[in-house]
């Protein structure tokens, strides 16, 4: 199971921490992502990580803003935004799989149930 917390509103610039924590003891074989979903627009994946740690994949919309981390002795995903833009308002979604390819792909087997960020000019 995977639950998101830590979304919310913010004005343009400012920054917000998302955080994902996973149950189970399985957590550090997973790699793990982050999505989102505008209204009217296709989920689009916005960061990804493997389940080390030691690689990262960012959408370019977001690089050099975003910084997707975990703590696989916490059992959670991390993701940093920071310089918020309006057009980062959506639901962003956790999302896990044992084949890291699978979230490169938009397909990964296991997703949370979302967190609102709105993000104001």
């Known amino acids: 199971q995977l639950v998101e917390s830590g979304g919310g509103s913010v004005q343009a610039g400012g920054s917000l921490t998302l955080s994902c924590a996973a149950s189970?003891?399985?957590?550090?074989?997973?790699?793990m992502g982050w999505f989102r979903q505008a209204p009217g627009k296709e989920r689009e994946i916005v960061a990804a990580?493997?389940?080390?740690?030691?690689?990262?994949y960012y959408t370019d919309s977001v690089k050099g803003r975003f910084t997707i981390s975990r703590d696989n002795a916490k059992n959670t995903l991390y993701l940093q935004m920071n310089s918020l833009k309006p057009d980062d308002s959506a639901v962003y979604y956790c999302?896990?799989?044992?084949?890291?390819?699978?979230?490169?792909?938009?397909?990964?087997?296991?997703w949370g149930q979302g967190a609102q960020v709105t993000v104001s000019s």
């Open positions: 990580i493997t389940s080390s740690g030691r690689n990262t």
């Open positions: 189970g003891r399985t957590f550090s074989t997973y790699a």
């Open positions: 999302a896990a799989d044992v084949v890291f390819i699978k979230l490169r792909n938009s397909n990964p087997g296991n």
